[in-house]
Structures are given as structure tokens and as C-alpha cells.
Nanobody
Framework: QVHLVESGGGLVQAGGSLSLSCAASGLTFSAYNMAWFRQAPGKEREFVAVIRWSGGNTHFADSVKGRFTISRDDAKRTVSLQMNRLKPEDTADYYC??????????????????WGQGTQVTVSS
């Protein structure tokens, strides 16, 4: 059984930083694209970042580019999201997601098979 467990959310002031982590089990982690999505109240789930299975190519939503970084440790089966220069509009529940190795469609949540339970990030102004 696959489990994705996020941690690291919390409350931070605008301009601050937070680091999220997702621990995976029950899957061949190195063979999966790993992504972060977020969902604010009343809004649809949106893509934040992905790191691919092969060589760790990364892609980011325009709204977070230059502020967020994503990394993975295949030995530890973890994927992390470092969030810097946070803005109030970054406030959302953040979800870790996994899909099989692929080279496109990473921003579409329907492509992802496994999801974590989410961790809340609140950025105060």
C-alpha cells in the first residue's frame, strides 16, 4: 500500500520561509515523478512544482518560480519543497503527489495516482 505523508506546514509571516517534506512508502520511489500541488479555500487544486524520475528535472508554476525549489532523495524516499519569500497568496493546503515516470503532463492533477493527506501553510501579511 502506498503512503505519502507530508510534514512541515505552519504559520509564517510574509517574506519568510518554510520547508515541506513528503515521505513515501510502498512504491518504487525512484521510478516516479513527484510533485507538489496546493489548494486554497474555494479554489481548485493547482500545480506548484514537479521533480521527475530521471535525473531530477524540475518545473515550477510561474507563480512560484524563483522562490520555491524542489528536491528529492531517492535513498530516503523523500521529496522536499523549499519555499522562500512567501506571500499571503501562497496560503493553501499543500499536497504531495506521485505519478509514474513521464515527460509531460506534470501540471495536470488528474495524471497523479497517489496523494498525501496535505499540510497547511498559512502566510500572514
Amino acid at each position: 500500500q502506498v503512503h505519502l505523508v507530508e510534514s512541515g506546514g505552519g504559520l509564517v509571516q510574509a517574506g519568510g520561509s518554510l520547508s515541506l517534506s513528503c515521505a513515501a512508502s510502498g512504491l518504487t520511489f525512484s521510478a516516479y515523478n513527484m510533485a507538489w500541488f496546493r489548494q486554497a479555500p474555494g479554489k481548485e487544486r493547482e500545480f506548484v512544482a514537479v521533480i521527475r524520475w530521471s535525473g531530477g528535472n524540475t518545473h515550477f508554476a510561474d507563480s512560484v518560480k524563483g522562490r520555491f525549489t524542489i528536491s528529492r532523495d531517492d535513498a530516503k524516499r523523500t521529496v522536499s519543497l523549499q519555499m522562500n519569500r512567501l506571500k499571503p497568496e501562497d496560503t493553501a493546503d499543500y499536497y504531495c503527489a506521485a505519478r509514474g515516470a513521464a515527460y509531460d503532463g506534470d501540471s495536470d492533477p488528474r495524471r497523479y495516482v497517489f496523494w498525501g493527506q496535505g499540510t497547511q501553510v498559512t502566510v500572514s501579511s
